[in-house]
């Protein structure tokens, strides 16, 4: 009979995917089968992020929980970003753990496995040629990793200190790994990268010329791929190749995520974003100029060290200049291995609340508008999941929630759809037409 597999995952796209590689290893490779109930798991991985305070401290709360319901002889895995930072010291702090695995080691799941408290965080692992057995959570979207790691230095972030430095996957095997997930059903990809349009970078064994711009139109020639996705591009990385081709590729959904963090160039310094809210704004520009249909979504940080009243107010500038659909916005968390938390000019946790309720209360009356003026008019919808009461849920192009009444032979088609009420959070409509 096979084992029980219970997965938790935290964070950001890259770690969903991540959790599926580590399903598909410890099913194919270890007879392990996927449940939600933890009590009956034989084997409990937290799949972590570190890229805030809040999330590390509430895996050792959650890892006494787990061992509290645990079956007898269940062992627990810490995986992702947390893994790796802390690394050994997981063990010590928990030694009901019985293995840490670094994001960057993800492929050695079955190794770790067999092993009484390993620890595999090693952050110079090269897995961009690694071969992971097949596993995707929705048939009809595929998510595809196409570089690990990351080479910038953001002052602010843990992240190339946990996933290592940038590997680019070649792009014969992505092209491979997203054919056989069309061939299986899936009609969009969502490219996957920390810094997903300065691919090509660098590769570890292959030897390739090609950067984001060219391997996306690579994968625009895949037959029966009809929609690409990709997070996160950086703004600096966005070249006017790339706005061109983002803009012209029918296939590529006109959904953008362009990452502020800061509106005060001063700060962007700061944070050694490499570029100025003057660039910021023309990127942004030139994206409704070139597409006025995108939505433009982003990430702001509020109460980075130093953050002056005038520094928020260029942050508040531009929301109201780029109207961001989607905003996902934080207090500062200064983390260890990062050069901003040794910066004498902390802003206090009582300022940066009060800016970030500024900025998210702003965002949510843009939102609404935004949302409002949808009503009558018509998306293209892929439809993705079905949801209770005979509803299904799709994503628009330009990736809103959409709901319509349905059932199962809508799923995998995309229809266009009338909007008929709007939400903050999601559209309803009504089927137009069905291919
Ligand atoms: N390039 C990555 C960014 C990873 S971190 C990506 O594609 O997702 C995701 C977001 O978390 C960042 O854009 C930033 O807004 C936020 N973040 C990172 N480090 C942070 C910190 N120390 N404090 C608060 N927010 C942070
Ligand atoms: Fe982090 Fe900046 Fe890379 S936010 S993931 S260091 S692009």
Redesign the pocket.
């Known amino acids: 009979m096979s084992k029980k597999l219970f997965i938790e995952t935290l964070g950001?796209a890259m770690n969903v995917r991540d959790t599926e590689h580590m399903i598909a290893e410890l099913s194919i490779k270890k007879d392990y089968e996927l449940t939600e109930t933890l009590e009956e798991a034989d084997l409990i991985i937290i799949n972590t992020c570190s890229?805030?305070e809040k999330p590390v401290a509430k895996l050792f709360s959650e890892i006494g929980v787990f061992n509290k319901k645990k079956k007898e002889g269940a062992k627990i895995g810490v995986a992702g970003c947390t893994a790796s930072h802390l690394g050994e010291e997981i063990i010590k702090r928990a030694p009901s753990v019985d293995f840490v695995l670094g994001a960057r080691n993800v492929s050695k799941i079955t190794e770790v496995v067999e092993k009484k408290h390993a620890v595999e965080v090693s952050t110079d692992y090269d897995e961009s040629t690694y071969a992971f057995g097949e596993y995707r959570t929705n048939s009809f979207k595929a998510m595809v990793n196409i570089s690990i790691g990351?080479d910038k230095a953001?002052t602010?972030?843990?992240?190339p200190a946990t996933r290592g430095d940038e590997i680019s996957i070649p792009s014969d095997l992505l092209v491979q790994e997203i054919t056989k997930a069309v061939n299986n059903g899936a009609k969009e990809v969502m490219l996957l990268g920390?810094?997903?349009n300065n691919y090509g970078r660098r590769f570890g064994a292959a030897e390739e010329k090609i950067d984001f711009t060219g391997l996306l139109q690579k994968i625009s020639a895949i037959d029966g791929l009809e929609r690409i996705r990709f997070?996160?591009p950086?703004p600096l990385h966005m070249d006017d190749a790339f706005l061109d081709e983002f803009a012209s590729n029918p296939k590529i959904c006109k959904q953008i995520h362009v990452?502020l963090?800061s509106g005060s160039t001063q700060l962007l310094k700061a944070m050694k974003r490499g570029y100025t809210k003057e660039w910021f704004l023309n990127r942004c520009e030139k994206i409704r100029t070139l597409c006025p249909e995108a939505a433009i979504s982003t990430?702001?940080?509020v109460g980075f060290p130093g953050e002056s009243d005038a520094d928020f107010e260029d942050t508040m500038e531009v929301l109201e200049k780029v109207r961001f659909e989607q905003l996902?916005s934080?207090?500062?968390?200064?983390?260890p291995h990062?050069e901003?938390a040794e910066y004498g000019n902390q802003v206090s946790d009582e300022v940066a609340s009060v800016r970030l309720t500024r900025l998210q209360k702003r965002h949510t009356e843009i939102l609404d508008e935004v949302m409002d003026a949808q009503v009558g008019k018509v998306h293209k919808v892929y439809f993705d999941e079905l949801k209770p009461g005979n509803r299904v849920a799709g994503r628009s192009d330009d990736g809103k929630l959409v709901f319509v009444e349905g059932s199962e032979e809508l799923l995998g088609q995309i229809v266009d759809v009338k909007i008929t009420k709007a939400s903050r959070g999601a559209l309803d409509g009504v089927v137009l037409n069905q291919s």
Do not use: G, L
């Open positions: 950001c890229v805030r990351c953001c602010f972030c843990i992240v920390q810094n997903v997070t996160s950086h990452p963090q990430d702001i940080i996902f934080f207090k500062y968390s200064p983390r990062t901003a």
